[in-house]
Structure formats: C-alpha cells, structure tokens
C-alpha cells in the first residue's frame, strides 16, 4: 500500500441540505477534474456484514468492495445523492480509499452530490421535484425533448472524459 496525501478541507464544510440531510458544500469555486478528497474505507467481510452490518444504518453508508462492503470514512460517507451528479468516485481497491473528483465546475456555495445509481432506497427528492415542476408547467409541454431531457440521457465513459 502506498502512503496516501490527505487533503486540506477547509474549503468544504458539512451543513443541513434540506430534505437530503447533512451534505458536502464548497465555500469556493473547483474546475472540473479536481480530486477534492480522499476517504479511507473500513471494509466489512461479507459474511460479518450479512449478519450485522446490513441490518444497521451503516447499510445507507457503504459502497460495494472486493470481499465485501466499504464504509468510507471522514466526507466520504456524507456526499448525498443527484441524478445530475457533480462529484464521481473512484473505488482504489488496494490502497482502500475512494478518490473524489468534481466532474464539472462547482461554484461557491453548491452542494457535492455523487450517484448511487438508479436502484436508489429511498424516496428521489430530484424526481419529486421534477414532478411538481411538471405538474405546474403542463399545458406549456409539447413532444419536442427537451434539452434537459436529452443530456440527462448521456452518459460519458472514462474514455470519453480523455478526449
């Protein structure tokens, strides 16, 4: 294992985001591509977190790892959820940490959100709120997408963010 160089995180602080809960904000602006924190996991034997860990709140908290689920430490484990993420995360299997990095430009005071993917087990506040936007705004729709609607469909592979 590599000696891994925390971060000085004074630009990120933890506040209430509403509905979400607690959630990762920025004081100041981060370009695209930055690497904004790196989280040690403590990692849960399969078995051990089959009888025990699934069955507490740490179950909202873990990522999937080799031989088992990661609890990732310090932010890691306070990113919330979007559907329009502006955080990915990389998963270093034999260092044991999760890379953080913004996937486009963050303004000051914009909340970090990564993904948890479609099969998410609680209520989606983004797609309650895109309803109500839908309901209000009805009799203004037509059958051209919108361009929300289709960049909301693309999805980049790492390839992609190379070229």
Same mark, same amino acid.
């Given at each position: ?142 059958? /051209? ?13 790492? /390839?992609?963010?190379?070229?």
């Amino acid at each position: 294992m590599e000696p891994i160089q925390l971060f000085d995180q004074r630009s990120l602080y933890i506040q209430d985001c509403g509905p979400k809960g607690r959630g990762v904000v920025t004081r100041t602006h981060i370009a695209p591509r930055t690497t904004i924190d790196i989280s040690p996991i403590l990692l849960f034997p399969t078995d051990e977190y089959d009888q025990h860990g699934q069955h507490t709140q740490l179950d909202h908290y873990t990522y999937r790892w080799k031989g088992g689920m990661a609890l990732a430490l310090g932010l890691g484990s306070m990113f919330n959820h979007s559907n329009k993420a502006n955080v990915g995360f990389q998963r270093d299997f034999d260092n044991k940490v999760i890379r953080y990095t913004t996937l486009r430009e963050i303004q000051p005071n914009e909340e970090l959100c990564i993904s948890y993917g479609p099969n998410l087990w609680f209520p989606d506040m983004e797609q309650d709120e895109q309803e109500q936007v839908k309901d209000t705004h009805s009799e203004f729709s037509s059958d /051209e997408e919108t361009e929300d609607a289709f960049f909301a469909k693309l999805q980049l592979s790492d /390839e992609d963010l190379d070229a």
